[in-house]
């Protein structure tokens, strides 16, 4: 049997705590300054693990090395089973030779990029994050971008800030009852207090959405609708996670901010979306280092964004819609229809992690449950993403050996992604079982009331860690809920923090990388893009603190009651 200590160098939290963060040390280092493939930090940095594990922390050799066996698991079902499957869909669609209808049905909305990035990344991503989540929206929006004419660069970057308002209430608010279940606060005051956080972000991201596409030019001439949409949104999100249903708050909120935009386009044209085309079409003609891959995902569908074509009829138009619409239709019914939803759940298969389970204790020194892996594999949002790509597939007339066919280079060609998400998530198994994540909470958590303006950190690195808000909540909600009994703070403050800024590790976190990077046939390139999302990440984590700081004190009106 084998408890984690929670301060196992020479007795003291800090010298553990600086020896604990060398495997995260190491993969951004290795990654971000060091420019390695991001498969090679990733196994550098299970190594790192391993060694601080057993060298340590006394973990046994034998179940630390399972650890990372499990870990990796999951990488590859459901993290990676998701990322393909997501991926397949699109690759359907280009192969049929539907995909560059899409991109003339997005510019019947509006052919300027500023406004498709909206669209696409935070209003249609919002959307698919409510669904399915772990991922599915940035590979799906990040080669949507690609098809209406980005770089393969600035669509990375772009999908990845965006998917941060939404993340803490996606794949139906998972992450937000992850934590109530395992702190005992009733979820929905969790929602609550989320929707008291986040909306300032939402509020915000479509405005640096903007400046990532066309700059301050492009922001001067687009504020009044970016503002209007993020406001939309952000007050869409805080009304329904306090008053409606924190399960359906992305749904609402996305919904409410198309139809801000669409709204808003009737009254008010804005200036320059010419002029950012051409700037657009000048870039994609000379990316340079950062070309797409050939033959990768978004090499497919490097058109002309000028390209004259036949009108758009209706059925054009059906078809070119029909693999999302279909996705939000089957993804509703399978999350909202409760019958359904238990039944999907009821086939998930519970595997003891043979070797490890039951010999592993948690800190509190019960059998820990994270060793049993959960195989999920009719109820995965990878298996219903199967399922549409299978009905699209028939739909466009397809034969099986295309469709297959499509599946298989696909795999192929994400083999080091599969490598690298299966080696992150090895990581995250071994610093969490062995305890080096519990001593680094533990030693952020020991700074008193100052805590409140440092407890979104914890989520940020849960989150960063594993590519998952609800792993982060998984890891440090009870943390959280514990530190603020010792502090003196509101326990609801603190746990609803945790899930708020975990959003903000989700753009950094090296298993989301590699989905972007995937997506838009930069593989091979996730330093390059996490050198560009690192400064917004965290000057918006820094954003947080001040919020949840301000929340402890002088703003302590804003947490709900419960």
């Known amino acids: 049997m084998y408890t984690p200590e929670i301060a196992p160098v020479a007795d003291s ?53 399972l650890s990372a066996t499990q870990g990796f698991a999951f990488g590859l079902f459901p993290i990676m089973w998701i ?61 949507m971008l690609v098809a209406v004419g980005f770089t393969a660069m600035r669509a990375a970057v772009v999908v990845l800030v965006a998917n941060t308002a939404p993340v803490a209430f996606g794949a139906i608010a998972i992450p937000i009852i992850t934590a109530g279940t395992l702190t005992g606060i009733d979820y929905q005051d969790i929602g ?31 504020w009044p609708l970016a503002l209007v949409v993020g406001i939309a949104f952000g007050l869409a999100q805080y009304v329904s996670a306090t008053f409606l249903s924190v399960e359906l708050t992305d749904i609402i909120s996305s919904l409410v901010g198309l139809a801000a935009v669409v709204i808003m386009l009737r009254f008010w044209k804005p200036k320059g979306g010419q002029d950012a085309l051409d700037r657009m079409a000048y870039e994609r003609e000379h990316e340079g280092a950062d070309a797409p891959d050939a033959g990768s995902a978004s090499s497919a569908m490097a058109t002309d964004v000028k390209k004259e074509t036949a009108p758009l009829t209706g059925s054009r138009v059906f078809l070119a819609l029909f693999p999302y619409l279909l996705v939000i239709v089957i993804f509703s019914v399978a999350k909202l229809v409760p019958a359904l939803n238990n039944w999907l759940a009821s086939t998930d298969v519970k595997i003891p992690w043979p070797g490890l389970h039951g010999d592993i204790l948690d800190a509190a020194g019960e059998v820990s449950t994270s060793t049993v892996y959960n195989f999920q594999w009719l109820s995965s949002p990878g298996t219903l993403l199967l399922i549409s790509g299978i009905i699209v597939a028939i739909v466009y007339k397809m034969s099986a050996k295309d469709a297959v066919d499509v599946f298989i280079v696909n795999v192929v060609k994400m083999k080091f ?67 603020a009994h010792e502090a003196g703070l509101n326990p609801l403050l603190l746990v609803g923090a945790n899930s708020s800024g975990g959003v903000l590790g989700k753009m950094v976190s090296p298993q989301n990388l590699t989905i972007a990077a995937t997506a838009v046939g930069l593989l091979g390139k996730e330093s390059s893009i996490l050198r560009r999302v690192i400064g917004w990440s965290l000057g918006m984590l820094v954003a947080m603190c001040l919020l949840v700081g301000l929340q402890s004190t002088v703003l302590s009106w804003m947490v709900p009651s419960h």
């Open 192 to 222: 609550a207090m989320v929707g008291h956080q986040t909306p300032f972000l939402a509020a915000v991201v479509p405005l640096f959405l903007v400046l990532l596409v066309d700059g301050r030019r492009g922001l001067r001439q687009i």
């Open 83 to 143: 990322v393909i499957t997501a991926i397949w869909l699109y690759e359907l669609t280009v192969r049929s030779g539907h995909f560059e209808d899409l991109r003339l049905v997005i510019n019947v909305i509006s052919d300027d990029p500023r406004i498709q990035a909206i669209i696409v990344a935070f209003c249609f991503g919002g959307l698919l994050e409510a669904l399915a989540g772990f991922g599915a929206p940035v590979a799906i929006t990040g080669v």
């Open 13 to 65: 939290l800090l010298w553990s705590s600086l020896l604990a963060i060398l495997p995260l040390l190491t993969i951004f280092v290795t990654l971000g300054a060091l420019k390695w493939k991001a498969h090679w930090a990733g196994l550098t940095a299970v190594g790192v693990a391993l060694i601080v594990a057993i060298a340590a922390y006394g973990m046994p050799v034998g179940l630390a090395g």
């Open 417 to 483: 992604s599969i490598l690298t998400v299966g080696s992150v998530l090895a990581l995250a198994y071994v610093m969490n079982l062995s305890g080096q994540t519990i001593t680094i909470g533990t030693w952020i958590a020991g700074t008193g009331a100052f805590f409140a303006f440092l407890s979104p950190i914890l989520g940020w690195l849960g989150t960063a860690v594993t590519g998952s808000d609800t792993s982060a909540n998984a890891l440090f909600a009870t943390l959280q809920q514990t530190a």
